[in-house]
């Protein structure tokens, strides 16, 4: 409770339960050069979205989108991914079953591999 997590884990505080260690994943999409938005987005919520809903052992699934903000330039990517597991043994464990391999051949259909990027990540909350 009062130790720190390691890298690529995430301490989750929830009332009158005790910390909640949980691996994050973050991918970092580009569609492919011949998809709109539009059409990336559909299809990633639409297609993508529910494949990897169907991923054992995923804990929490978040896509987020980039909103037009006339203020600020659009961001170099479409869409940030945020997958949760348990730890690094249930992730591995997850891309390797049916429903991880098709999650994961899914995401070939609509980005662009060579531009897209992910890693485990070390998340520290600062404000909740």
């Not at 699934?61 to 006339?70: M, S, T």
């Not at 070939?108 to 060579?114: F, G, Q, Y």
Request: with cysteine; proline share 7%; net charge neutral.
């Amino acid at each position: 409770m009062g130790s720190t997590p390691t890298p690529g884990t995430l301490w989750i505080s929830r009332a009158r339960a005790r910390p909640v260690s949980l691996l994050k994943f973050v991918v970092v999409l580009r569609r492919k050069t011949d998809w709109t938005f539009e059409r990336f987005r559909d299809y990633f919520i639409g297609v993508h979205g529910p494949l990897a809903q169907k991923i054992p052992g995923l804990r929490r699934y978040r896509q987020n989108f980039p909103i037009v903000d006339p203020k600020r330039a659009a961001p170099e990517w479409d869409c940030v991914v945020e997958l949760y597991f348990d730890d690094k043994d249930s992730m591995e464990a997850a891309w390797a079953t049916p429903e991880g391999q098709a999650a994961t051949a899914d995401v070939e259909v609509c980005a662009d591999l060579a531009r897209t990027s992910w890693s485990v990540v070390e998340e520290r909350i600062v404000i909740s």
